[in-house]
Every structure is written in structure tokens, then in C-alpha cells.
């Protein structure tokens, strides 16, 4: 996963089928606004519980954007990037299993092949249950993001390896739930997205087992 080179940016093309920028135009108690958005896809995301052996399970992959932002923020250009201060694990984001809905599916079944491609647990669709659905990036995009959650066993394990598929590279990393818990302690930093930590609480609060 961390075996990444020959670094550089570029215009985003116009026919991008995951972003696309615009200028939204409007007026406010007469006067004339505009503010710079994205279009990008609704998501679902997936919060994965295996009751066989009492674990969380989450995936890792690189992102782009957060590497880039650390980069950004200290004024490091492509092409002089000292790869040992600024390694790519520091991109490296811990996640819910989740995926864009970019096909002719309901979201449950996307989120089951989600569940499959990314981790190797072959569930049922009348296995996800659907928690909430909410906005997310309200000042780019204002995108939705449905929140599922599931049981799983290890009867359900199908694949070892998960990972994605075509050129996605993600591990599958299980956390019981005391070192879960951990992450949403005060003063913790962790390279996770908002929707990490809101699934995460939900479970804490309305799945975790009593006295764990």
C-alpha cells in the first residue's frame, strides 16, 4: 500500500466521473451570492461487527487528499518531497467499509457488495440494517451518506483476502471494542473521516455488548 512514487499534480479533466466542480449562483435578501461546489456521488458506508470473535471490522487504504492536505499545509511542491519526513503512512485513513452508489442497485445491495469486495464477508441483504442517513461535505458538496450496520461470523468469511477490487488497495484491520473505544477518548488524533467516528459512537452507544 505504502509504495508510492513519481508524485505530481494536474487540472481535473472535465469528464471526471467522480468530481465535478461548478459555481452555484443565487440571491439572498437581494443580494447576488455564489459559492464553489462539487458534484460528487451519495455513499454508503458500513459499520461491520463480528460476533464470533467479539471484533470491529475496519479497513485502511491511502487517500490522496489527506496526504495532499499535510503537504499543503506546509508548503511542500510535487518534485521535492522528502519521502522520509513526509512518509505515505501519513495518508494512510482508517475507515467504515464504504463505497459510492454509481450503479442501478438499492443502496442496501450496494452495500453488500461493499461489505464483500472489501472485507470478504458474504452477507444478505436482509442483514444490513439501515441506521440513518445524513449530509456530509455541507460546504463542497452536501453529498448523502447512508449508515448500515451488520453482524457478521466467521462462517460468513468467504474471502481472505477483501482488499477492493480492480487497482483498490485497502487492508482489513479488526479492533475489539476496549481499543475501539479508545479512538473517541479526548485528545486522541486519528486520520479518520467524520463518519468513522459517528458510526463508531453509534455502536458504543446503542450495539456494544453490555460490560465490554
Known amino acids: 500500500m505504502n509504495d508510492i512514487t513519481d508524485i505530481r499534480y494536474g ?24 459559492w464553489d461546489l462539487l458534484k460528487v456521488h451519495d455513499s454508503v458506508s458500513i459499520l461491520i461487527f463480528n460476533v464470533t470473535r467479539q471484533k470491529l471490522v475496519f479497513v485502511k487504504q491511502f487517500r ?11 508548503g511542500v511542491e510535487p518534485g521535492n518531497i522528502d519521502m522520509k519526513k513526509y512518509p505515505p503512512e501519513i495518508g494512510v485513513t482508517m475507515e467504515l467499509c464504504a463505497g459510492i452508489i454509481d450503479k442501478p442497485l438499492s443502496i442496501a445491495e450496494i452495500a453488500r457488495e461493499e461489505v464483500l469486495e472489501e472485507c470478504g464477508y458474504d452477507v444478505p441483504v436482509e442483514r444490513l440494517e439501515e441506521i440513518v442517513s445524513y449530509r456530509c461535505d455541507v460546504g463542497t458538496s452536501g453529498a448523502q ?12 468469511k468467504v474471502s481472505t483476502a477483501g482488499g477492493g477490487v480492480g487497482d483498490e488497495i485497502i487492508d482489513v484491520v479488526e479492533y475489539d471494542i476496549d481499543d475501539a473505544r479508545k479512538l473517541t477518548t479526548k485528545g486522541t488524533v486519528i486520520t479518520s473521516p467524520p463518519s468513522f467516528l459517528f458510526g463508531l459512537l453509534w455502536f458504543l452507544t446503542n450495539r456494544a ?3 465490554v
Open 11 to 34: 487540472p481535473l479533466p472535465a469528464d471526471s466521473p467522480y468530481v465535478k466542480p461548478f459555481r452555484f449562483h443565487y440571491t439572498q435578501n437581494g443580494k447576488q451570492k455564489s
Open 209 to 211: 455488548p453490555k460490560g
Open 64 to 74: 490522496p487528499a489527506v496526504y495532499h492536505s499535510i503537504l499543503s499545509r506546509d
Open 145 to 156: 451518506l447512508t449508515l448500515f450496520y451488520t453482524e457478521v461470523t466467521d462462517a460468513d
